[in-house]
């Protein structure tokens, strides 16, 4: 179907007085609102903005409204008008598969990836669970080649085994508990019954449970935070945009069980062994290459949002026009399904002693494949009583220290002939960082570590420990329903205690690192609009 949209408009006249520069006449022209798109054969919807410099400083630009949008207003738009439309909807309380063409929901983006796969949206997103499943088999990426790497048509055809290592729980059990609930939410759906109905063991027995399509509205995810990323523009080996990143961050859900906060909305995901704290805190996140023409205005229009009211119709609206451009099929049309996604990450859990990162890609046979985890070495090179201390990965480190310092490094697949890239991240009850005890220089240790999924959501970063709020492991923590997600001190810069974050370096205790990662993204994107 194709629609017409609005366009979400915003002028800036702005005059120079002395060395800053000073807004005298925003004039905001939301039209009747960006409708909804059911495909990408239609044009995405675009913001103008007229050149001239805005912001005097990077900190000037608001985390909360360019870089990282949390706001419930936002990631809770469930409710709409003509103009401003819902955009979000929560599976428990839903009962339309309608409800899957809102902007920001899951199901939404499972329709957009599949639209040009020849695949429904169902079979698209059944499989890719299945896969995830079979952990036996995870395809290979290749070495690094030219710039901008394009992950659906460079992809190695050829599936290598993973590697057997601990955790031995049968931790990837989870995507068969997500696909075995979103699939009886959609029957009891189907069936025009409650997922409450004290019949619902009857109405939907497992035999027809394991035949029923997926509805898309009921696809078990609660959006956290839509995330800007122009800091992940400079270094591009795994598909990065020239503008950088745009991300959605999920928690997974129970789509068969309410909170117990009266909302009617869905509570989070236990793991199969009943893990029922962090258990809630299981992740994903979906990452798409912001490839522009002009990079430069691409940021601009993120920019625009800066000087608008959060809770508003035109910050919405202008916001689901960014956005749309991005992620709508046919953004990438050189890509697998024309599809600008970059991979699809999780961070779950079985019984909370080990949590497991994976990754996936739109592969050339056009569905979801499990692959590599970048710039992770496997979990076995490192030191651990477990481990074989197999001295590989020291000495690749010592081997390109300076890649490593400057953080321009690629962790390949292959070194010296052994498999040096990990097949998943794991995090040992977040106690986890990179040792290399054959590493001298504790800076290229800290450097290799830190850009790790399993050191950066670990030990490394302070998280499990010293984070804002006790929990551990996320960087975006799962929420209630109209709660706003909690971020780590690695992201917000501020400790527990109120005060800049700094923790003992894990490889020298001698060693203070601090973090603030929202500074370093307001600076990064107001260099790509004024340097």
């Known amino acids: 179907m194709r629609a017409t949209n609005q366009r979400c408009l915003r002028r800036v006249a702005a005059w120079r007085q002395g060395g800053s520069w000073v807004l005298i006449l925003p004039m905001l022209l939301a039209g009747a609102g960006c409708g909804d798109i059911e495909g990408a054969d239609v044009d995405p919807p675009d913001i103008a903005v007229q ?21 419930v207003s936002v990631v809770d738009r469930d409710f709409g008008t003509a103009s401003d439309p819902a955009r979000t909807v929560d599976p428990c309380k839903s009962t339309s598969e309608a409800d899957a063409n ?30 995830w499943g079979v952990t036996s088999l995870v395809w290979a990426t290749p070495a690094p080649g030219t710039v901008p790497f394009n992950p659906s048509t460079t992809l190695n055809e050829v599936i290598d085994p993973e590697v057997a290592f601990q955790p031995t729980e049968g931790e990837d059990t989870v995507p068969g508990l997500i696909l075995h609930l979103w699939r009886k939410a959609s029957c009891m759906q189907a069936a025009g019954k409650d997922i409450e109905d004290p019949a619902v063991d009857s ?17 078990p995810f609660r959006l956290l935070a839509i995330v800007n990323r122009p800091d992940l523009r400079n270094v591009r080996y795994f598909g990065e945009g020239n503008a950088g990143e745009l991300r959605f961050a999920f928690q997974i859900l129970n789509p068969m069980a309410r909170d117990l906060d009266g909302s009617g909305a869905c509570t989070g995901l236990d793991g199969p062994g ?9 992740l994903l996140i979906l990452e798409y290459a912001a490839n522009k023409a002009d990079p430069k205005a691409y940021e601009r229009q993120w920019e625009a949002l ?57 592969a050339t046979n056009k569905g979801l494949e499990p692959v590599e985890v970048k710039q992770t070495p496997l979990p076995q090179l490192n030191d651990h009583p477990e481990a074989s201390n197999n001295p590989l990965l020291s000495n690749w480190a010592n081997a390109n220290q ?54 950066c959501h670990g030990l490394e970063t302070g998280n499990g420990h010293f984070n804002n709020t006790g929990n551990a492991f996320a960087m975006i923590l799962a929420r209630h329903y109209r709660q706003r997600s909690v971020i780590s001190s690695f992201i917000s810069g501020v400790g527990k205690d109120g005060q800049p974050y700094q ?29």
Not at 438 to 453: A, E, F, I, P, Q
Request: net charge positive; aromatic share 8%; proline share 4%.
């Open 274 to 282: 009943g893990s029922a704290t962090e258990g809630q805190n299981q």
């Open 51 to 71: 050149e001239g410099a805005v912001t005097a400083t990077p900190s000037a630009l608001n985390p909360d409204k360019v870089l990282l949008v949390r706001d």
């Open 102 to 131: 809102r902007h920001w929901t899951f199901g939404y983006f499972m329709k957009q990836m599949a639209l040009k796969s020849g695949m429904s949206a169902s079979d698209f997103a059944a499989g890719w669970l299945i896969r």
């Open 503 to 531: 923790i003992s370096d894990p490889g020298n205790n001698n060693v203070k690192r601090s973090f603030n990662e929202l500074k370093v993204r307001q600076t990064e994107m107001w260099n790509l609009i004024y340097r």
């Open 306 to 362: 800066n000087t608008l009211t959060l809770n508003s119709s035109t910050y919405r609206n202008q916001l689901q026009a960014i956005t749309d451009s991005v992620v709508n099929s046919g953004a990438a049309p050189s890509n697998v399904n024309q599809s600008a996604l970059i991979r699809v990450r999780t961070n779950t859990t079985v019984t909370n002693s080990t949590w497991v990162l994976r990754e996936f890609m739109i």
């Open 402 to 455: 300076m890649p490593i310092l400057n953080q321009t490094h690629l962790v390949p697949s292959m070194y010296q002939g052994q498999r040096l890239r990990g097949f998943k991240g794991e995090n040992s009850q977040f106690n986890t960082f990179w040792r290399m005890a054959g590493v001298s220089n504790n800076d290229v240790r800290h450097k290799l570590s830190l850009n790790t999924c399993s050191g």
């Open 203 to 219: 109405i939907c027995p497992p035999d027809r449970v394991a035949t029923t399509p997926l509805a898309m509205n009921k696809a």
